[in-house]
C-alpha cells in the first residue's frame, strides 16, 4: 500500500509540474495505452491478493481495483481527505469497511 501511494502522489506531482490537462492528440491511443497500464497494475496488486483468496468476497482482480480505486481516492491532494491517508488505514477500511464488527450478544440466537 505505501508504495502504491508513494507512486500515485509522484504521478499527481508530475502532472501537476507538467500542467497537463488533455491527453495525447489521439485519444484513441491514450485510451489503449492507459487501459494497458491499469491491467498489469491491477494483475500485480492481485497476484500479491491470490494467496488469501479463500478470505476474499470477490475476485482477487476486483478486489485490486477496488483496492486501487480507494487509494487513489484518499491519496489525490484534492479529493482526498487527510485524515485517512496512512496507508494502514486504506487496508483497514478495505478489509473491515466502515461497520464495527459483530458483538457475541447480536451473533446468538
Do not use: W
Amino acid at each position: 500500500m505505501t508504495i502504491l501511494q508513494a507512486r500515485l502522489r509522484r504521478v499527481f506531482a508530475l502532472f501537476h509540474s507538467l500542467r497537463l490537462s488533455q491527453p495525447d492528440k489521439d485519444s484513441n491511443a491514450f485510451r489503449v495505452r492507459r487501459d494497458a497500464d491499469n491491467e498489469k497494475l491491477n494483475a500485480a496488486v492481485a497476484s500479491l491478493l491470490e494467496p488469501d483468496l479463500d478470505q476474499l468476497r470477490m475476485a482477487p482482480a476486483d478486489a485490486a481495483s477496488a483496492l486501487r480505486t480507494v487509494t487513489f481516492s484518499l491519496t489525490h491532494p484534492i479529493i482526498g481527505d487527510q485524515r485517512f491517508t496512512e496507508p494502514e488505514q486504506i487496508v483497514d477500511l478495505i478489509l473491515h469497511g466502515i461497520s464495527n464488527p459483530p458483538s457475541r450478544e447480536r451473533l446468538s440466537c
